[in-house]
């Protein structure tokens, strides 16, 4: 079936060491386009990355993520982790006809 | 200001009563969503409107259902609430088609307690 993996619970990272959040997917039909969304503490989630071609890597306030179809893959990444990117995210892969699959979502926290 | 805004922020309220949610975007999209936010922060999909074209997750209990007056507006009514149903209530709009398709907006949130 359809569903989306991500990195379960909580990732704990020092200030400054990089970060790596894995979003996997299986599917039975095809993918139109990839997220990241974000919510920070009490506010709604917003996105950071898009993506839809494969291979290709996007890039948004200092984080990146590259779309691989050959190994169902959506990782987010940052060099550098700041105490400010703190917060939940979530990877969702979007198939059409208003169809989303959200992740269950990985709560970051940067520690000095 | 464009945005996607909710009404109310809080509602508390008993077993079996029913209630109303309230959607208005006004950043010219002509999808609109509704998600439930759980405890655990699981985000689920529960309706998706685009021009007159409901798609439901066969999940939702029926006692939920969306009203649109139109492509701006898309209000959630719960018909007689169950505890189960205390959570966070997110709207969201997007645009179906161009470059920015799917690309979702949220709003800040509708959050229900079921006592």
């Known amino acids: 079936g359809d569903s989306v993996t991500q990195t379960e619970g909580l990732v704990t990272v020092t200030e400054g060491l990089p970060v790596k959040l894995n979003c996997t997917y299986q599917?039975?039909?095809?993918?139109?386009?990839f997220f990241w969304y974000v919510q920070y503490l009490n506010e709604a989630p917003q996105v950071l990355l898009k993506?839809?071609?494969?291979?290709k890597r996007t890039e948004h306030q200092g984080f990146h993520a590259t779309l691989h179809k050959s190994s169902s893959s959506f990782h987010l990444q940052k060099s550098s982790a700041q105490l400010s990117d703190s917060a939940l995210y979530y990877c969702a892969r979007y198939t059409g006809y208003q169809n989303f699959y959200f992740g269950k979502g990985t709560s970051l926290t940067v520690i000095p | 200001e464009t945005a996607v805004f909710q009404t109310p922020n809080y509602h508390v309220t008993q077993v079996g009563n029913e209630v109303s949610f309230n959607c208005k975007q006004t950043?010219?999209?002509?999808?609109m969503y509704w998600y439930k936010q759980d405890s655990k922060k699981l985000l689920k999909i529960m309706f998706s409107y685009n021009n007159k074209q409901l798609i439901v997750n066969e999940t939702v209990p029926r006692r939920f259902s969306p009203q649109s007056s139109d492509k701006a507006h898309l209000n959630l009514r719960i018909k007689s609430v169950e505890p189960e149903d205390s959570a966070v209530y997110l709207c969201?709009?997007?645009?179906?088609?161009?470059?920015?398709?799917?690309?979702?907006?949220f709003g800040p949130g509708t959050r229900l307690t079921v006592l």
């Open positions: 950043l010219g999209h002509d999808t």
């Open positions: 969201a709009s997007s645009f179906r088609l161009g470059v920015n398709y799917a690309e979702q907006f």
């Open positions: 599917t039975t039909y095809l993918t139109i386009a």
């Open positions: 993506s839809s071609t494969d291979n």
